[in-house]
């Protein structure tokens, strides 16, 4: 993997091998969490970690070592930004394989519950901000209008990812 800016593709080969070497407890949750503070500090690095670490079968974003949810803060607007969209993506997503009797309902609801959970221990002040643009565009307004629209989400999808933004509240 390149060392100073990893592409998409390697940041997620990464975070896979990373993964399946801390489920085999092959490393360590301090050394796993710094791996990926490195690779989350570009938005390409943290869009294949996020891919890989939300949807596979890795317990890693069930347990949240505390060294990873440091890591995570430490970051910023990029983890907070990613995690926002991915709930969006996984909330709409749940909707449309639930009425086509898709088995990919699983992995959404892993992918939004994950978020749900992340956003809980992230900067609570960056979180509320983020989340309240996203909830502007479910009613109309707003710069994330134009990611809602792009993906062509539709009223009963908008409205699951309304009441997603509301859990990270609970």
Not at 8 to 34: G, P, R, T
Not at 85 to 106: C, F, G, V, W, Y
Not at 115 to 130: A, F, G, I, T, Y
């Amino acid at each position: 993997m390149n060392e100073q800016k990893p592409t998409f593709k390697e940041a997620m080969q990464a975070s896979m091998l990373w993964c399946e070497s801390w489920e085999k407890d092959e490393i360590s949750d301090e050394v796993i969490s710094d791996r990926i503070g490195e690779l989350i500090k570009t938005v390409e690095g943290a869009r294949g970690f996020f891919v890989v670490s939300l949807s596979i079968d890795c317990a890693l974003m069930d347990r949240f070592p505390d060294a990873l949810i440091f890591q995570l803060r430490s970051s910023g607007e990029i983890v907070v930004d990613l995690t926002v969209k991915n709930l969006a993506m996984s909330s709409a997503m749940l909707i449309t394989h639930r009425k086509n009797n898709d088995p990919q309902e699983i992995q959404s609801e892993r992918i939004k519950i994950r978020c749900v959970e992340l956003l809980k221990l992230l900067d609570s002040n960056q979180v509320k901000k983020r989340l309240d643009v996203l909830l502007k565009a479910t009613n109309g307004h707003g710069p994330d209008l134009k990611f809602l629209n792009r993906w062509g989400y539709n009223n009963e999808q908008i409205k699951a990812i309304s009441e997603s933004i509301y859990e990270v509240a609970t």
